[in-house]
């Protein structure tokens, strides 16, 4: 069947978050693992030691499509010169983006204790960085962080784009945050799938998180690939869900991980492609997921 209507190993991509080492070594392992595309991290980018041309160089000689690029932090919800701030830093982040071939730029939900709880001036700064992104060509994906001050689940993030209302503005979601707040995948079916500008994936080692305190540091230090952790009938779930709903674009695995930052790169990147394997191959081609015994292909 074509894949339009089932999903393959093609949909899935890989963070730079989730690899250690330089930027084209992350590159190299991806590709070399079979991935077709990558996300991008600030980080790595203007972290480049030889400049922000020599990233750019890089990431078009790997070949990978640019899945997008992140994290523009705590822009929603300022005022006065700690949002023309924020607005100045939205515009290095857009450019960057551009020259990178990025076709979305991830917005996290502000924590800072500045931002006014106020969903209609949270939806007028979002409607204004979109704007900024429409002659870039670019898309904004709004994502509610698990420990965000006043938006901290995707229902939430979904009724800003909503009030926002503007055709290159849309959510991001975060398996990770949504289990974290156990927050129903039932409300998956409220959102529309076209609004839907990237899909990351990610697992933990535990049930529940008790605290916000352990959200960040679990998010930060301990995430786990789909498929290594405790909640696998949860990520084939809701990968199944959005493709029921209509979803037919990125997922891509964000994994912060302080053991695999000391693992070879080759070694994570296989982790990587064994998880792509299972859910593009297998979740989206079967009926029935094998939560906790999956049984992975080999490359």
Same mark, same amino acid.
């Given at each position: 069947?074509?894949?339009?209507?089932?999903?393959?190993?093609?949909?899935?991509?890989?963070?730079?978050?989730?690899?250690?080492?330089?930027?084209?070594?992350?590159?190299?392992?991806?590709?070399?693992?079979?991935? =077709?595309?990558?996300?991008?991290?600030?980080?790595?980018?203007?972290?480049?030691?030889?400049?922000?041309?020599?990233?750019?160089?890089?990431?078009?000689?790997?070949?990978?499509?640019?899945?997008?690029?992140?994290?523009?932090?705590?822009?929603?919800?300022?005022?006065?010169?700690?949002?023309?701030?924020?607005?100045?830093?939205?515009?290095?982040?857009?450019?960057?983006?551009?020259?990178?071939?990025?076709?979305?730029?991830?917005?996290? =939900?502000?924590?800072?204790?500045?931002?006014?709880?106020?969903?209609?001036?949270?939806?007028?700064?979002?409607?204004?960085?979109?704007?900024?992104?429409?002659?870039?060509?670019?898309?904004?994906?709004?994502?509610?962080? =698990?420990?965000?001050?006043?938006?901290?689940?995707?229902?939430?993030?979904?009724?800003?784009?909503?009030?926002?209302?503007? &055709?290159?503005?849309?959510?991001?979601?975060?398996?990770?945050?949504?289990?974290?707040?156990?927050? &129903?995948?039932?409300?998956?079916?409220?959102?529309? &799938?076209?609004?839907?500008?990237?899909?990351?994936?990610?697992?933990?080692?535990?049930?529940?998180?008790? =605290?916000?305190?352990?959200?960040?540091?679990?998010?930060?230090?301990?995430?786990?690939?789909?498929?290594?952790?405790?909640?696998?009938?949860?990520?084939?779930?809701?990968?199944?869900?959005?493709?029921?709903?209509?979803?037919?674009?990125?997922?891509?695995?964000?994994?912060?991980?302080?053991?695999?930052?000391?693992?070879?790169?080759?070694?994570?990147?296989?982790?990587?492609?064994?998880?792509?394997?299972?859910?593009?191959?297998?979740?989206?081609?079967?009926?029935?997921?094998?939560?906790?015994?999956?049984?992975?292909?080999?490359?």
């Amino acid at each position: 069947m074509s894949q339009t209507t089932q999903g393959n190993f093609a949909d899935f991509g890989i963070d730079t978050i989730s690899l250690a080492g330089p930027l084209e070594a992350k590159l190299k392992a991806a590709r070399e693992a079979g991935f =077709s595309q990558i996300m991008l991290s600030a980080r790595d980018v203007v972290g480049h030691p030889d400049g922000l041309d020599a990233a750019v160089a890089a990431v078009q000689a790997s070949g990978l499509r640019v899945t997008g690029f992140q994290v523009l932090r705590d822009f929603e919800g300022l005022s006065g010169h700690l949002h023309d701030y924020k607005v100045d830093v939205a515009k290095s982040m857009l450019d960057m983006c551009r020259r990178l071939g990025a076709k979305v730029l991830l917005v996290c =939900s502000t924590t800072s204790v500045h931002a006014q709880d106020d969903r209609e001036h949270m939806a007028r700064d979002l409607r204004k960085l979109a704007m900024l992104a429409v002659p870039l060509g670019i898309r904004i994906a709004y994502e509610g962080l =698990s420990w965000g001050r006043h938006v901290n689940e995707f229902p939430q993030a979904w009724d800003v784009v909503v009030r926002a209302d503007m &055709p290159n503005l849309g959510i991001g979601l975060d398996s990770f945050h949504a289990f974290a707040t156990q927050t &129903p995948a039932d409300e998956l079916d409220l959102i529309d &799938p076209y609004k839907i500008f990237l899909v990351q994936l990610a697992d933990f080692m535990w049930q529940e998180i008790r =605290s916000v305190e352990e959200r960040i540091t679990t998010a930060r230090h301990f995430r786990v690939f789909p498929g290594e952790g405790v909640h696998s009938a949860e990520v084939a779930d809701w990968v199944q869900r959005l493709h029921r709903l209509g979803y037919r674009g990125d997922y891509s695995f964000e994994v912060f991980n302080d053991d695999y930052q000391q693992m070879p790169l080759p070694t994570v990147a296989a982790r990587a492609r064994r998880s792509a394997l299972w859910l593009g191959e297998t979740v989206l081609r079967r009926s029935v997921p094998l939560p906790n015994a999956i049984k992975l292909k080999r490359a």
